[in-house]
């Protein structure tokens, strides 16, 4: 049973919730999109899966069993989708809602669009999975995929200009209340529309919407990073200045997934330009680039959890009885982690013979993503189960 009617304890943090099982279900995909083989099509759809299922046998199981999971993660993100606009809806009218327009807590409302852009790549997945033949007639639906992510990046540069605009005009930004990195929360948002507008990019065989979404989806990339080195430096210093805001320790890891989004549009970028401009396709660039990325991301998340561990953030907020809807930022960086693991496999070290597909060295790799897989899904219910199908009270209580 979901709490209802949260108001002024209310966070649009909370949407976070909805898109961690939304990002959990996408790293369940990657075993069907890289493990089930899927020629003359860039996804792993009804047609390839059905088949083996058919067949009967082990292989059989393990298909069944994660799309199992991704149709209940799916449900979930969709289920608390809903209850987060109904919520959101009634916050609105609230004076805490009024307050937070007026200081640095404003630009969590970008993680509103951010959880629908996921809902988007859901439908995509979903469709790609379980529509008969979705393949053979797919080329009209980019375009309106691509429309579907302008959209959403038209209404994230809105909220996000509004915000911007008021700190230009009023000067009202608080820098001592900076201590965190929470304002990377909207790069972290420009950079789910950017991956997100590369897909048709890619995969479109129309020269004009490969090309549009592709240039598109470079405009939200350097948005991204242009965002992201300037919220980070002056985080960063912040942080050196008064210490880490205890609340905020999860936004340590919140490059993670803005690295992931960035590393999977340069690769879809790279196969747009290859497939419909003609540009030269070089495995050793993914190895390169792809490595950097990965190294990046491992730094960062060690630093972050040695933080995390010392300031005791998973014992009180995690399993302790401390609540905070800034605590669903703990699932981004490990789905994160995960997909992009699965992209470096196949295109960094697959794709320039390092190792063969299916080899053991292969499905050695995979057993530390899995073990982070599991590790981050047990975090999402633990987070889902204390915060969100709980007493009111007790969530009123500990705001």
Not at 364 to 385: A, Y
């Amino acid at each position: 049973m979901l709490i209802k009617n949260l108001k002024n304890a209310y966070s649009p943090l909370y949407f976070l919730s909805a898109l961690g099982p939304g990002g959990m279900a996408v790293s369940f995909f990657m075993y069907l999109m890289f493990l089930v083989p899927h020629k003359g099509s860039p996804m792993t759809a009804m047609e390839h899966w059905l088949p083996i299922v058919e067949k009967g046998g082990f292989n059989a199981i393990l298909i069944i069993t994660v799309l199992s999971i991704v149709v209940i993660l799916a449900s979930i993100h969709f289920l608390l989708l809903a209850w987060n606009l109904k919520e959101w809806k009634i916050y609105k009218q609230t004076d805490a809602y009024q307050n937070l327009k007026q200081g640095n807590g404003e630009v969590t409302v970008m993680a509103i669009p951010l959880t629908v852009a996921m809902s988007i790549n859901m439908m995509f997945i979903l469709g790609s999975l379980f529509v008969p033949g979705l393949w053979s007639f797919i080329q009209p639906v980019f375009p309106i995929a691509t429309f579907a992510f302008f959209s959403v990046g038209v209404w994230a540069l809105v909220i996000y200009g509004k915000y911007l605009l008021r700190l230009f005009i009023e000067g009202n930004f608080n820098q001592e209340k900076n201590n965190s990195l929470s304002q990377l929360l909207a790069p972290f948002t420009f950079a789910m529309i950017a991956v997100g507008l590369a897909a048709p990019g890619a995969m479109s065989h129309s020269l004009a919407v490969s090309g549009v979404s592709l240039a598109l989806s470079a405009m939200f990339s350097i948005l991204t990073v242009l965002l992201s080195i300037f919220w980070l430096i002056s985080g960063v210093k912040q942080i050196l200045q008064s210490g880490l805001d205890l609340g905020g320790s999860p936004t340590l890891w919140i490059l993670i997934p803005i690295l992931t989004l960035l590393g999977i549009t340069f690769v879809r970028y790279t196969m747009g330009l290859h497939h419909n401009f003609g540009s030269s396709l070089e495995n050793s660039l993914f190895l390169a680039v792809m490595s950097i990325i990965l190294g990046l991301q491992l730094l960062i998340g060690s630093f972050g959890y040695f933080v995390m561990k010392a300031n005791r953030y998973f014992e009180q907020f995690v399993q302790g009885d401390k609540n905070s809807p800034a605590s669903f930022g703990l699932i981004c960086p490990g789905v994160a982690l995960v997909v992009f693991s699965f992209f470096y496999i196949n295109y960094a070290l697959i794709g320039n013979g390092i190792i063969d597909k299916y080899s053991i060295a292969h499905m050695l790799l995979l057993i530390p993503v899995l073990v982070l897989q599991l590790k981050t899904t047990w975090v999402m219910l633990t987070m889902i189960r204390k915060q969100i199908m709980v007493k009111t009270q007790a969530i009123v209580k500990q705001n």
